[in-house]
């Protein structure tokens, strides 16, 4: 199984960008990285998904390095509602999802006022 | 709101009981996959079943089922209940089967067993 290692937590401020960055030293060739919000007792949300390089939506970006050892979710301009955990997540493209879905414990983000 | 429903929203049950979760997933969407949430834990991943079929297993007790019925919504089945069981359950589905596809979550069921 591909595992992923994130920090526990992280605190920021609004108007700062958050940098989380999520370790996979065992991510295969066919693995996609993903990246999923949660607030407290809502399930998770869909953030953003690569494969390497650099990818870009209304929300974030994810910055993965050329050994695809490791990826960065970046958010903008945090606000007081980006406060949430943030889980990053490996999958195969071409086999069921289950086989590799470790959650784990996420990344706690607090922005601060 | 992502188009999967759970129901019932709150569960609160005693030892030794059995209850079951219901799923409907988005339109359209045939894996169903069911995790499980303890205070402050993240996200355990249960079972996924993709149009009908069980995929794949994860930490799933023997006193927990599931199954998918020919209309894709799903059931968990929880039964012998105690008091560790109490979590949230969340029901997830996508359009494939694959480790790339975007799951979609629902809002949860609280289980609490007394």
């Known amino acids: 199984l591909a595992k992923t290692t994130q920090p526990i937590s992280m605190d920021s401020y609004e108007g700062q960008e958050v940098n989380i960055t999520c370790s996979h030293n065992n991510i295969a060739t066919n693995d996609y990285i993903t990246w999923y919000q949660q607030f407290p007792s809502q399930g998770p949300r869909f953030i953003i998904q690569g494969y390497k390089t650099k990818v870009t939506n209304e929300v974030a970006s994810l910055f993965i390095p050329a050994d695809r050892k490791s990826s960065t979710l970046s958010l903008p301009r945090v606000s007081l509602s980006d406060t949430a955990v943030y889980y990053c997540l490996v999958g195969d493209l071409f086999k069921a999802a289950g086989n590799k879905l470790t959650f784990g414990g996420g990344t706690r983000v607090l922005v601060k006022p | 709101d992502s188009g999967v429903t759970q129901t019932p929203k709150h569960l609160i049950t005693a030892t030794g009981q059995r209850v079951t979760l219901r799923c409907s997933p988005r339109?359209?969407?045939?894996?169903v996959y069911w995790y499980q949430q303890s205070l402050d834990q993240g996200l355990q991943f249960l079972i996924q079943?993709?149009?009908?079929?069980?995929?794949a297993k994860g930490n799933i007790l023997e006193r927990f089922s599931a199954q998918q019925f020919p209309d894709l919504h799903s059931e968990l089945n929880l039964s012998s209940l105690e008091l560790g069981d109490s979590a949230l359950y969340f029901c997830?589905?996508?359009?494939?089967?694959?480790?790339?596809?975007?799951?979609?979550f629902g809002p949860g069921t609280r289980l609490t067993v007394l």
């Open positions: 079943y993709y149009n009908g079929e069980e995929r």
């Open positions: 339109s359209g969407d045939l894996s």
């Open positions: 997830a589905s996508s359009v494939g089967e694959g480790g790339t596809d975007t799951q979609y």
